[in-house]
């Protein structure tokens, strides 16, 4: 979709109309582009980072035939029946190659050494029994009539030289990792680190540890938001810089933005971003750059505001620094993030894939109050293998987010009956 032109919401007083999610994502999306420019890591460190180039392979893997277990190396032709005898004609362990295998002779041959010349199958050592002989590597009795390839793994059955391993865009996981080292690679072309400055807004948010439970006054809340935001932050590969609680002031709101801008790609703000007197994030966007998202069609999640802050140039990068600002309430705020800020991140380090598929389930639970907007609700799977609803979807209530194990996907307008086919979202894919 292409950029939609920035809101001028300071010309008017009327608000506009709620934004369906697609298109604030499709939007978001967009902002994002071109992706952060590129660094070389260790392998060793570069997990959940996004490869900034295809991953080409110099080598074949394996590079020749080799042995899947400990055992024999043997001709099927001199296995016609069980109860063969061979004579061990030589021990070839991992490392070293043996000599061509000469016909009525097998090879005591171990996990990963390479298959001798002219054998064309491998006999588990469970499947035979050895006769030791003085004077040399004794004789070996095949109990079974073994075919042929058995427990040969082939050359190149993994990689083969030129093969793209890995592509441009894949996020790592410990497997591709361990591909990597497979074909060479210690380091690693990545997505610099995200630069996220996070901060929050609200007179009444107290620290944990700073006052004890007993002590807070009336109104005072603890500070959640800063925790999970921290951690989610942390598993997507950024590097965040916590500003702390920002006073619900105009002009200390505006100070915080400015200073964030000029050293991060990212800002995001919890709280403060309705419609409230006390609400100075979006004046603040406004007074410093623009705003080209506001509310959307979300449930739980309507205040959500995209903009952008331009540098001055005091700080390392030239351009414009981007800002989200997600809801208070700790449900919307989390749920705001997953579903548009996760995305958004993962482009902006040039990520293939972004957004997780739903799951077909069953719901076990009626949802008899539709809405106009589009809900997201806490739900975890059942051992009868359909959906149990969390029962209370109020955006204040975290503890659903920890009972749950992910989101029905509830389009605007949308009621269910027990049994009916609902798409589910595995918090499993949104919090990896």
């Not at 505006?254 to 006390?278: C, F, K, Q, Y």
């Amino acid at each position: 979709m292409a950029d939609s032109p920035a809101v001028p919401f300071a010309a008017s007083s009327r608000r506009p109309p709620l934004l369906p999610l697609d298109d604030a994502i499709a939007q978001l999306l967009a902002k994002a582009r071109p992706a952060l420019p590129s660094e070389l890591v260790s392998t060793f460190d570069a997990d959940g980072r996004v490869l900034a180039e295809d991953l080409v392979a110099g080598l074949t893997v394996p590079p020749r035939d080799n042995s899947a277990m400990d055992g024999y190396a043997l001709r099927v032709a001199d296995c016609a029946a069980p109860g063969a005898l061979l004579k061990v004609a030589q021990r070839i362990p991992a490392g070293t190659v043996g000599t061509p295998l000469l016909p009525g002779t097998a090879a005591r041959i171990f996990t990963g050494a390479q298959i001798p010349e002219g054998a064309d199958a491998v006999v588990m050592q469970e499947d035979t029994a050895a006769i030791a002989e003085e004077g040399g590597l004794g004789s070996v009795r095949v109990e079974i009539v073994p075919a042929a390839g058995q427990w040969i793994r082939r050359a190149g059955e993994d990689v083969a030289s030129g093969d793209v391993v890995l592509r441009k865009g894949e996020r790592l996981t410990p497997a591709a990792l361990g591909l990597a080292a497979s074909i060479g690679f210690d380091r690693l072309p990545v997505a610099r680190k995200p630069r996220v400055a996070l901060l929050s807004t609200g007179d009444e948010l107290v620290m944990p540890g700073e006052v004890a439970p007993a002590a807070m006054k009336p109104g005072a809340i603890y500070n959640s938001n800063r925790f999970f935001m921290r951690a989610l932050l942390h598993r997507l590969g950024c590097e965040v810089h916590d500003l702390g609680i920002v006073p619900d002031r105009r002009e200390a709101t505006v100070e915080a933005l400015r200073e964030a801008a000029e050293h991060n790609d990212l800002i995001i703000t919890t709280g403060g971003v309705s419609v409230g007197e006390e609400d100075h994030i979006r004046a603040a966007l406004q007074a410093l750059g623009e705003i080209d998202l506001w509310s959307l069609s979300m449930k739980p999640g309507k205040p959500f505001a995209y903009g952008s802050i331009p540098r001055s140039g005091r700080g390392d990068a030239q351009g414009h620094c981007h800002v989200t600002g997600l809801p208070g309430n700790p449900v919307s705020s989390f749920l705001t993030f997953l579903m548009l800020v996760r995305p958004f991140l993962l482009t902006l380090q040039g990520a293939s894939r972004v957004t997780p598929e739903p799951v077909r389930m069953r719901a076990d639970f009626d949802w008899p109050r539709a809405d106009k907007r589009r809900e997201f609700l806490r739900a975890r799977r059942n051992a009868q293998g359909g959906l149990d609803l969390f029962g209370n979807q109020s955006s204040g209530v975290l503890t659903s987010m920890v009972w749950g194990d992910g989101l029905v996907d509830n389009p605007s307008g949308q009621t269910i009956r027990a049994g009916d086919p609902v798409e589910f979202i595995p918090l499993a894919a949104l919090l990896s």
